[in-house]
């Protein structure tokens, strides 16, 4: 059964820092199209950082030069390195995948796959 779980929320205050971690199974994990994408109460899902389908990395403007996304293939897990937080990165986080697409260039990726979700608050 295809899965990924993730971990490493949590609560900090503003300026602080926390990874989450994202482990896969189930399915044969690839080097392309992972994200991390959250969402806040009352706002829509945002991606944050993603691995696409040629293994371009790429960021939300809200979060350049202050989140990392990192993968370690040989143990199917995905990293998000946040730090500088901000009250306003206060989300669920969800690790996303596409399996079909996940060891293949693709144009596109499509997530159909996501994990339980990790709850990050940052307080000011």
């Known amino acids: 059964q295809e899965r990924l779980v993730e971990s490493g929320g949590g609560s900090v205050q503003s300026g602080g820092s926390l990874r989450l971690s994202c482990v896969a199974s189930g399915y044969t994990y690839g080097r392309m199209c992972m994200a991390w994408f959250r969402q806040a109460p009352g706002r829509e899902r945002e991606r944050v950082a993603s691995?696409?389908?040629?293994?371009?990395?790429t960021y939300a403007d809200s979060v350049k030069g202050r989140f990392a996304i990192s993968q370690d293939v040989a143990r199917m897990t995905l990293s998000l390195e946040m730090t500088s937080l901000k009250p306003e990165d206060t989300a669920i986080y969800y690790c996303?995948?596409?399996?079909?697409?996940?060891?293949?260039?693709?144009?596109?990726?499509?997530?159909?796959?996501w994990g339980q979700g990790t709850q990050v608050t940052v307080s000011s």
């Open positions: 691995i696409g389908g040629r293994g371009w990395v």
């Open positions: 996303a995948a596409d399996p079909i697409r996940s060891n293949h260039y693709a144009i596109s990726c499509d997530y159909t796959l």
